[in-house]
């Protein structure tokens, strides 16, 4: 198994420009996850999903947006990049299985540049 | 709301000496408890989970963390540092909706 697969690894956008980070799992995990770290700060959660279909909001959700059309994949939208946006981008996956569903399988993440 | 809070953003410690990293919780219920590892330019890895079953638990590499409910606490241990630990390492509590709330995180450096 790949695990949990993101494109692309690194990426600048210019203010305004818009782009899809993109999230693959192969191990059919019905959750999924976006969180972006920031130095000092952890992880915060963006998005996240139960299930195909099924999306909600998580701590910082504003200039995002998500789709969830298959178990599988799970992409992150920016419409108008700004340069808060800049971070480092992690999508995770996790079973739907009580107490295992907390052990969340991360991707190697996505570093935004926004200037 | 639960949450976690790491004391100490950097931690340095001799290669065979003890790592000690510290993470306290707040929650009004027994909580699920998490480390996180995460090695240079990769993702995270999880190192250890308490879920009430025991208050000692044992992770992969070496690490393990007890669960103090009277301290609110669930530091993690490991007797006998390597350089291969240098990593950031996180704490994080279940929230529900199967959601994780991590904490600020903590940097471990190695000396040989």
Redesign the interface.
């Known amino acids: 198994n790949a695990g949990v697969t993101q494109t692309p690894k690194f990426r600048i956008l210019k203010i305004g420009q818009s782009m899809t980070l993109q999230c693959t799992q192969d191990m059919n995990h019905n959750y999924m996850y976006w969180y972006r770290q920031d130095p000092g700060m952890g992880l915060k959660l963006i998005y996240y999903s139960v299930g195909a279909g099924i999306t909600d909001k998580g701590e910082v959700p504003n200039g995002y947006n998500v789709s969830r059309s298959t178990t599988e994949d799970f992409p992150l939208r920016l419409e108008l990049a700004a340069p808060s946006q800049t971070s480092v981008y992690f999508c995770a996956s996790s079973k739907n299985l009580a107490g295992a569903a907390y052990e969340q399988y991360f991707g190697p993440g996505t570093r935004l540049t926004v200037t | 709301a639960q949450s976690v809070t790491q004391l100490g953003?950097h931690v340095s410690v001799s290669e065979g000496a003890l790592v000690l990293l510290r993470c306290n919780y707040s929650s009004s219920v027994p909580p699920?408890l998490?480390w996180y590892v995460q090695y240079p330019?990769?993702?995270?890895?999880?190192l250890l989970?308490y879920?009430s079953a025991a208050t000692l638990v044992k992770g992969i590499n070496g690490f393990e963390a007890e669960f103090k409910k009277s301290e609110t606490s669930f530091h993690l241990t490991k007797p006998s540092a390597h350089m291969s630990d240098a990593a950031e390492y996180?704490c994080a509590v279940?929230l529900s909706?199967?959601?994780?709330?991590?904490?600020?995180?903590t940097t471990v450096t190695v000396r040989a």
């Open positions: 953003s699920y998490f330019n990769q993702g995270l890895q999880l989970k879920t996180f279940g909706g199967y959601k994780l709330s991590f904490g600020a995180g």
